[in-house]
């Protein structure tokens, strides 16, 4: 079957027809040029969003969020600027121009207002999202602006614009401006300033390509060259306005990498039996780099520690990290100023359980070492016997607990259990106590003869 190109290019040139779907020019900029308007009831409509997006943020909630994006008719005169530059039309640009600006002053305004007598004031997450724009926020603002226009100028706009003024977020930054403002936070005035005109200069630029998309015609009366010098002006902002957020977007990828470069080596370069990693902390700030860890358990010696993970930092692409090493049971550590009080409770758990497990991990440790020191004992003294007790043919050294029938005290006796070859005299028994004793450093060794070796073999030979 032979392919055909041209049959190809009739399929694709019939899916992106959208002529019979378009609007009039007349009908589309109508509507457009009516949501310009900001008087009576627009202004109270968007004192009522932002006071409702300011409460949504108040108690970090999205959903209360999203309703004041649905409610808000910030939208409007950012469509109208992008509408205004694609046909020329400088009154419509000037209008709209005005009408954001009055628009931006009410939102502060009242969001200001509202932080202001609000007893809450800490920054939640959905504040804190506000504050930080990157270049992801300026493809969200012109796509959002380009689904806008294009719906706009549609016969069938569907749920397109909730959907965009839901995605571009116009309202939250202008909140967060207020609560900059209210709180005297200039990071939160200044981020969200420049969030909110990311997303006003973007969708202005998309509108202002959908519509010389969707051919729209220029006002017969327009003066070509003030349109270029407009142009030029739009486009000079637009790369302005770009140009910080691209190098915030840098910034953030490389502390995204910085980050999970940490995550990793603190898996697999703290692996101990007898002690863990209660937190961590990884913080860049232009080329200061630090990483903080705080570990809890049986204590080791910070300096080696630190000489040790410091050699394996270039592996994980950490070189020129300051590495701080902060001990659990350091007196420098103070677990009171720990960020919650579960956090103190669980360190203060932990902290006894360790205690208490390396105690008798200690005890059982003691006891096996003398377990395995006195099995082994008689193999060590052997030839040292040989030569200074001929007449010691087997020996065996351990340790009893002897009760005193009494008054049931306990003590402690270590025995030294011999079977000779032939008799000793009682010197040499003296002599051989006093070896023992001062051989093995135990304060008194108690002998006793033992034939049980020798019962034995009698019996075997029967």
């Known amino acids: 079957m032979k392919f055909d190109l041209n049959l190809l290019q009739q399929k694709l040139v019939h899916y ?58 910030l939208m409007g005169p950012i469509i109208g600027i992008g509408l205004a530059v694609g046909v020329q039309d400088f009154e419509l640009m000037k209008r709209s121009l005005r009408n954001l600006m ?22 939640h997450s959905e504040l804190l999202a506000r504050t930080s724009p990157t270049i992801y926020d300026v493809f969200i603002g012109f796509f959002g602006g380009a689904a806008g226009i294009l719906a706009i100028g549609s016969r069938s706009k569907g749920n397109v614009i909730p959907g965009v003024a839901i995605a571009t977020a116009l309202m939250p930054p202008l909140c967060t401006v207020g609560y900059g403002l209210a709180t005297f936070q200039l990071k939160y005035f200044f981020g ?35 349109a270029r010098r407009v142009r030029r002006a739009v486009t000079t902002i637009a790369i ?13 990828l490389r502390e995204n990498i910085f980050q999970a470069n940490c995550t990793k080596f603190v898996s697999e370069q703290l692996n101990f039996p007898d002690t863990q990693v209660l937190s961590y902390k990884s913080s860049m700030k232009g080329r200061n780099r630090n990483l903080t860890i705080t570990l809890v358990g049986q204590a080791i010696p910070v300096d080696s520690l630190t000489v040790a993970l410091n050699d394996k930092l270039p592996l994980y692409r950490l070189q020129g990290t300051n590495l701080r090493i902060i001990q659990g049971q350091n007196a420098s550590f103070d677990p009171t100023k720990a960020a919650s009080s579960m956090l103190r409770d669980v360190y203060e758990m932990n902290q006894e359980k ?43 050294v351990t340790r009893a607990i002897v009760a005193n029938v009494e008054d049931t005290r306990l003590d402690t006796m270590h025995l030294a259990i011999i079977q000779y070859s032939k008799a000793m005299s009682l010197a040499e028994t003296t002599r051989l106590r006093n070896y023992l004793e001062a051989r093995l450093q135990m304060p008194s060794i108690t002998i006793v003869p033992s034939n049980a070796l020798s019962h034995s073999d009698k019996k075997d030979k029967r």
Do not use: H
Request: aromatic share 12%.
């Open 16 to 73: 992106f027809d959208f002529g019979d779907y378009l609007l009039p020019q007349e009908q589309a900029e109508a509507e457009i040029r009516q949501g310009v308007s900001f008087r009576g009831i627009n202004i109270l409509i968007l004192v009522v969003a932002i006071f409702i997006a300011s409460l949504g943020l108040n108690v970090n909630s999205t959903a209360v969020i999203i309703g004041a994006m649905l409610i808000s008719p």
């Open 102 to 123: 009055m628009a931006t002053i009410f939102s502060v305004a009242t969001s200001t207002v509202y932080f202001l007598i609000s007893p809450v004031n800490e920054g």
């Open 192 to 226: 969200a300033l420049y969030l909110f005109f990311i997303n006003s200069v973007f969708i202005a630029c998309a509108t202002t390509l959908g519509v010389r998309f969707m051919k729209y015609k220029v006002r017969a009366f327009a003066d070509a060259q003030r």
């Open 240 to 252: 302005i306005t770009m140009l910080p957020a691209v190098y915030l977007t840098y910034t953030m």
């Open 354 to 396: 360790i205690e208490s497990q390396q105690i008798t991990i200690d005890s059982l440790r003691a006891v096996n070492v003398y377990n395995a020191r006195n099995d082994s004992i008689g193999a060590v003294l052997a030839p040292e016997l040989k030569v200074l007790f001929p007449q010691v043919k087997e020996i065996a």
